[in-house]
């Protein structure tokens, strides 16, 4: 990689933080959701979680340790603003002012993304991301988080991942707030996109981009090309256009006509969210195989019901994601051919395995993506930076615990962190400023130096 290149990992605020009523902390929809019997695997919650809250110190010492150059965390808005508007409390600035300190103290660039899916339940209460009164609330709140660290931060994240928020969210149920009411998820995919846009301008003079789920989307066969469009359409470009190109792409609108009108798209909406980025986070695991279905199914893709998703034979991981580290690149190349030029990162890539400490498969995943994005920045990608996901072990939201996806293991009894072979690798990987040439794969599991 380029000098310059950003080497980072990645966690977020309700996955790792605890202590979700210390400090004046209001709940947010995932502390209500995962409290919700059935909704969370084991019942678990983020009560806890990895105890960031009170560890950051040793947390950050790991980080420099492992040679990061950047860390990207969240913030939990509920902390900022217990009720979501209005007052805010300093007792939660303070945290992430001192986490910021800290990492600053050890040379590690601060990457603050400002929501990672901890809505404060009274706006949830007030009908959620499908009004659009929350995204003048989450302009208020950036500009508030904005004002306070704008003299330590440089690159700020607005959102992540709004498919999840929106889709998950508001259509299959399976995340907080776990609706179930399609028309409210493309309002609430609006009103993300709308809180981005605002964000934006109330952070004027920052350097800020927004982090997208973002895939690779193949139909099994030529018959089912429309199925591929459909979601492809549904999971990348009902984001990427409104953002890069300012407007919403027309197929996607016209496959959602019977599920909404659009009538909550104020004229000026689209210039607002596409507003100048200042570079585009890319979160990439798995790619998508799609076919025509005959029977109808109800899913995240409201709108397209006749589609379902087919095994595409490859390894997995232990979540069960398929695992093509050339769709990585694929993906890449496609942004630069298909959108307008702006500076990426990979703001998220990792894998989730239960073989910690010895990790192997872990690095042959991270090793693979890495060439994948080597290779990107080869054919022009603009590729300025990559942040594993995750840092710990962590609450991997309604599979609670069980999926770790951590570098470095969490023992959730006792909150010893031990690192995996993955952070040692990875750290090894660092110091050689991206260098994996000595990283020979064996097999899908195992990686050795030659
Ligand atoms: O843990 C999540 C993260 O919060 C968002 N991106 C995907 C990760 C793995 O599921």
Redesign the pocket.
Known sequence: MRPGFVWGAAT?SY?IEGAVAEDGRGPSIWDTFAATPGKVDNGDTGEVAADHYHRYREDVALMADLGLGAYRFSVAWPRVQPLGSGAVDQRGLDFYRRLVDALLDKGIEPWPTLY?WDLPQPLEDAGGWPERDTALRFADYAAVVHEALADRVTHWTTL??PW?SAFLGYATGRHAPGRREPAAAVRAAHHLLLGHGLAVRAMAGARVGVTL?LTTVSPRGPADADAARRIDGMQNRIFLDPLLRGSYPADVVDDLRGTTSFDHVRPDDLATISAPLDFLGV?Y?SPMLVARSAVPTPSAYVGSPHVEMVDGGRARTSIGWEIDAGGLRDLLLRLRDEYPAVPLHIT?NGAAFDDSPHDTARIAYLADHLRACAEAIDLGVPLRGYFA??LLDNF??SYGYAQR?GLVHVDYATQRRTLKDSARWYADVIARGGELGSLQRVDDHTWERS
Do not use: G
């Open positions: 977020s996955q990672h992540n991942e999840c789920n979160n695991y998220e996901w995750s991997e939201w996806f």
